[in-house]
């Protein structure tokens, strides 16, 4: 059964509620949450004050109505503050929050045709393009907050990750938009109507596998393409004819550059995880890849942070009144069924105990287990001395072939081999399913990265453990790390304390730096090649 989770902990979601709230209020237009009161004061706005006859004040000469205007101005004002309604340039800005725990912003997002959908019914979308919901029982939270805005041809904003069903989020309006306009006119298959960036090759291929299938009864056609491997079959599938492309940045802007894609017609741009994109170097692509599709387009922007850089992206793409949708996953709180045992030792006693683990953990050896690394290199000696082992084991990291890699992926996925060693780039992003352990081999960079890896398991209120390998040159992480295990209520072993519980910086770890001031001078991010860099 497909679950819908995501992984960070309760502490985190408090922290990522109080930034999106600290944030609304931050960089962008005036942001206000309405109410129902605020609703009636907006309406009774629209009256014409009194004083205004026909748009003309009446002057009436005497300063003691003018004081008392001026008075009546200022309290009047007074309570608009109070009560959050500002006028900022004749754009107001709303807020909701839902049950669900989902943050909506934007202009007129209280109009009723934005309703949330309750049932996919609602949504009076065809059966064909309901088809593949069919299994679900209702729209997920970030699919019920989308879908009217995206369907109504609204800019879009969605701060949510994988696991929270966003594929369907924007695939489904992505198919609605394509077959509005193939009544149209018919559409030239060569030239998509629609593109889907994605930052890694796997993300890009289950991005295509679900579109595909998604797309079958109405015949929308996706072609998939990214670096790694040949291009000869990407440009034939590209030849044969598309509806939409889904594509890793670099191999995209190869193919545009070669003639063999062309996108002026693509009209609704999908940005997926837009933060690690460009945390990965592939801004100038980004770049040059959205200027070459059509100027009357819409775009959808998905991230799991919204930094600076992201935030600019947008303003330069985007009409200038985006809807924001921040989900708050409740199965938030499935990581408080993550188990977290940290373990501090020395780097040469790691594959003894790594063995030692999977005796444990692993002993069905049908369970699903994910081991975690942080280099290439890394996950090709620890695959291969398990392998000497006896172990069954595979690996996604940028040392192998993408089929490999691919193929590594589909029978961790299907069980046949149920054990797999992978980085945090390779691994980001991919819907991996009911995770019963997590080994951290390596400790990650950030501690970020430890919440994404940690909550890969422990999904869906299933009970996971995650078991980390902690060693003396993590110790600047040290602190943070003792926040997550005291936040989620874990054991902190004592010689993890003796590394120290001090915390550099002061960021949530969810959104990052958001509203750090970067200066212009700052190093731009490089492209810099990771495991599951494209080629
Ligand atoms: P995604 O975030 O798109 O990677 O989706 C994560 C998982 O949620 C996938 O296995 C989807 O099949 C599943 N999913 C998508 N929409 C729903 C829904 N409305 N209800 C339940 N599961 C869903």
New binding site residues.
């Given amino acids: 059964m ?3 989770s995501d992984g960070i902990t309760k502490a985190e979601k408090k922290s990522k509620n109080r930034d999106h709230k600290r944030k609304l209020e931050d960089p962008e237009p005036e942001l206000v949450v309405e109410s129902k009161k605020d609703k009636k004061k907006k309406k009774e706005k629209v009256e014409p004050p009194q004083e205004i006859v026909n748009g003309n004040e009446i002057l009436n000469g005497s300063d003691e109505l003018s004081e008392k205007k001026k008075k009546k101005k200022k309290k009047q004002k007074k309570e608009e503050e109070e009560e959050g309604i500002k006028n900022n340039g004749g754009e107001v800005e709303e807020v909701r929050e839902t049950e669900d725990n989902v943050v909506v912003s934007g202009k007129d997002i209280n109009d009723s045709k934005y309703k949330a959908l309750s049932s996919f019914s609602e949504s009076k979308l065809s059966e064909e393009l309901l088809e593949c ?1 069919k299994n ?5 939270p970030i ?1 019920s907050n989308s879908w009217p805005f995206l369907l109504h041809g609204r800019d879009f904003i969605g701060i949510a990750k ?7 989020a924007f695939g489904i309006p992505a198919m609605n938009h394509i077959l509005n306009k193939r009544k149209n006119k018919p559409t030239k298959k060569v030239t998509p109507l629609c593109l889907v960036l994605s930052p890694t090759r796997e993300l890009a291929q ?1 991005i295509f596998d ?1 579109l595909s299938e998604a797309g079958k009864p109405s015949g929308v056609r996706s072609v998939c393409v990214y670096g790694g491997t040949s291009k000869g079959p990407q440009i034939s599938a590209l030849k044969s004819g598309m509806d939409i492309v889904v594509g890793t940045p670099g191999r995209l802007k190869d193919l545009i550059e070669m003639g063999v894609c062309q996108l002026q017609e693509v009209s609704f741009v999908v940005l997926d995880e837009a933060d690690r994109m460009l945390d990965m170097g592939f801004e100038p692509e980004v770049r040059s890849i959205l200027s070459k599709t059509s100027s009357v387009r819409q775009v959808v922007m998905f991230s799991a942070t919204w930094p600076l850089a992201v935030n600019q992206l947008a303003q330069e793409f985007m009409d200038p009144n985006p809807v924001k949708v921040v989900v708050g996953s409740e199965d938030l709180a499935a990581n408080h069924d993550v188990m977290q045992i940290v373990e501090v030792l020395e780097d040469r006693a790691r594959d003894e105990r790594l063995v030692t683990l999977l005796e444990k953990y692993h002993k069905s050896r049908r369970n699903r287990v994910l081991v975690f690394v942080l280099y290439k290199k890394e996950a090709s000696r620890v695959e291969s001395m398990l392998q000497r082992r006896g172990w069954k084991v595979v690996s996604i990291s940028g040392d192998k072939q993408q089929r490999a890699r691919t193929e590594a992926l589909a029978l961790f996925k299907d069980g046949s081999s149920p054990l797999l060693i992978a980085t945090d780039v390779a691994a980001r992003g991919l ?1 991996i ?1 009911d995770v019963e352990v997590v080994i951290n081999y390596s400790f990650p960079l950030t501690t970020e990265d430890y919440v994404h890896r940690i909550g890969r398991t422990g999904r869906a209120g299933k009970k996971g453990v995650a078991h980390t390998f902690f060693m003396k040159e993590n110790k600047a992480l040290s602190g943070e790390l003792i926040n997550v295990l005291r936040e989620a209520g874990q054991n902190v072993p004592a010689n993890l304390l003796n590394f120290g519980t001090h915390v550099k910086k002061k960021e949530s770890k969810l959104y990052g730096a958001h509203f750090k001031e970067i200066s212009a001078d700052a190093p731009k991010a490089t492209k810099i090649t990771f495991d599951s860099d494209e080629d």
């Fill in positions: 497909p679950t819908i919901c679900f029982s209702k729209p997920s699919q994988t696991g929270s069903g966003k594929t369907l289950q679900v819907d399913p």
